[in-house]
T-cell receptor, first 113, second 112 residues
Framework: EDKVVQSPLSLVVHEGDTVTLNCSYEVTNFRSLLWYKQEKKAPTFLFMLTSSGIEKKSGRLSSILDKKELFSILNITATQTGDSAVYLC?????????????FGKGTKLSVKP | DGGITQSPKYLFRKEGQNVTLSCEQN?????MYWYRQDPGQGLRLIYYSQIVNDFQKGDIAEGYSVSREKKESFPLTVTSAQKNPTAFYLC???????????FGDGTRLSIL
């Protein structure tokens, strides 16, 4: 079964809209949760979250983690066509090999002009 | 500029053929990873290596092999035993201090 579940799987919005992407996980005591943006090629790092309730912000993007309810959200305000991409959520599980990540299937965001 | 270089960008495999995907990094990172990405799927871990001359299987290692003879290099061989190799392959590395993983631009492999 999937340990990291993202929703929705795809989303179409218009420029200027605000979107919220969801990531829920079944990994307790994880080390960190990461968000990546993937356009055509390499995923690029957006945020890393380790503490519950502390918002990370970068320009129009922000993210927060709820460790009690086991989910994270990624918000994008005033969307632009350049925000069109697949957004990946990943969790670093406890124990085992440090550095390994479990990825969700991603949310494909399309922003129409 | 430091980074991860994957080559080639596109690769075609004939039936019964082994092909090798290159991944080189000049970030002085210890750990390196190979992922496979299929349409509509997330990244699935094939193999990873945390130090030179050592590597471990990930979730979908069957039909693949790797080597780690140098810190900078982590090539992936897709063998003829991998019956469905068509996918986008991503290489990543991570510094000793921890996340995030950094990714190369990927290799798209198709069957002829």
């Amino acid at each position: 079964e999937d340990k990291v579940v993202q929703s929705p799987l795809s989303l179409v919005v218009h420029e200027g809209d605000t979107v919220t992407l969801n990531c829920s996980y079944e990994v307790t005591n994880f080390r960190s949760l990461l968000w990546y943006k993937q356009e055509k090629k390499a995923p690029t790092f957006l945020f890393m979250l380790t503490s519950s309730g502390i918002e990370k912000k970068s320009g129009r993007l922000s993210s927060i983690l709820d460790k009690k309810e086991l989910f994270s959200i990624l918000n994008i305000t005033a969307t632009q066509t350049g925000d069109s991409a697949v957004y990946l959520c990943a969790v670093e599980p406890p124990g085992g090999s440090q550095g390994n990540l479990i990825f969700g299937k991603g949310t494909k965001l399309s922003v129409k002009p | 500029d430091g980074g991860i270089t994957q080559s080639p960008k596109y690769l075609f495999r004939k039936e019964g053929q082994n092909v090798t995907l290159s991944c080189e990094q000049n970030l002085n990172h210890d750990a390196m990873y190979w992922y496979r990405q299929d349409p509509g799927q997330g990244l699935r871990l094939i193999y990873y290596s945390q130090i030179v001359n050592d590597f471990q299987k990930g979730d979908i290692a069957e039909g693949y092999s790797v080597s780690r003879e140098k810190k900078e290099s982590f090539p992936l061989t897709v063998t003829s035993a991998q019956k469905n190799p068509t996918a986008f392959y991503l290489c990543a590395s991570i510094e000793q201090g921890g996340q995030p993983q950094h990714f190369g631009d990927g290799t798209r492999l198709s069957i002829l």
